[in-house]
C-alpha cells in the first residue's frame, strides 16, 4: 500500500532530520529516490528548487509535492501529516528536556556535536544532486553557476528565491543557445 510507504518513509526522515530542512532533505532524498523511487535524481532536484522558491518550510513542500504525486490529494495529507506529527512531538518532548537540562554538559555536547553530520549530510546531498547538472551542461558551467549562486548570497546577500529565479531565467533563455 502506497500510503503506508508515504507514512513511513516521511515519518522515517522527518522523525531522524535533526535540525529541520537542512538535515531533514537529505533523509527525504534517500526515502524517496533511491529506496522508493517515487522521483529520480533530476525530478527531486527540480523540485527542491522550485520549493526554495517558494515561501515556508522545504520539508513541507517535498511532502505535499511527492504525495500528490505518488497518490493524489490523500497522499499530500499522509505525507503532510507524517512530515509535520513527529516532528511537533519531538519539538514539544524536547523543549521540555532542554529545558531541563539545559545547564548539562551533556546536552551542550549532543547538540554541538550533531551539527558536523548534519554538514556532511548535506555535502552528500548536495554532490549527488550536482552530478545532473554536470552532465547536462558540463562540470564547468555548473561549477561557474554554483560560485555565482554562493557569491550572490553571501556577500550581495540577495535572497535565495532570487538567485533561483534568475538560474531559471538563465535556463530558459540563455541555457537553450549554448547547449
Not at 505535499?64 to 505518488?70: L, N, T
Amino acid at each position: 500500500m502506497e500510503w503506508l510507504e508515504l507514512i513511513f518513509g516521511f515519518f522515517m526522515a522527518n522523525l531522524l532530520g535533526y535540525g529541520g530542512g537542512p538535515s531533514s532533505i537529505p533523509l527525504m532524498y534517500e526515502e524517496i529516490v533511491p529506496h522508493y523511487g517515487w522521483l529520480t535524481d533530476e525530478q527531486f532536484s527540480n523540485m527542491l528548487a522550485l520549493g526554495n522558491a517558494l515561501p515556508g518550510p522545504i520539508a513541507t513542500k517535498i511532502a505535499a509535492y511527492v504525495g500528490y504525486d505518488v497518490f493524489g490529494w490523500i497522499g499530500v495529507i499522509v505525507a503532510l501529516l507524517a512530515t509535520v506529527l513527529p516532528s511537533a512531538a519531538a519539538l514539544i518532548i524536547l523543549l521540555q528536556v532542554m529545558q531541563k537540562y539545559k545547564q548539562s554538559p551533556v546536552v551542550k555536547g549532543m547538540t554541538l556535536l550533531v551539527q558536523p553530520v548534519i554538514a556532511i549530510m548535506m555535502t552528500v546531498l548536495t554532490i549527488q544532486m550536482a552530478k545532473s547538472p554536470a552532465e547536462g551542461i558540463g562540470i564547468w558551467q555548473t561549477l561557474i553557476i554554483a560560485v555565482i549562486a554562493f557569491a550572490a548570497m553571501k556577500w550581495l546577500k540577495l535572497h535565495p528565491a532570487l538567485v533561483i529565479v534568475a538560474a531559471f531565467a538563465y535556463g530558459a533563455f540563455l541555457l537553450p543557445y549554448t547547449v
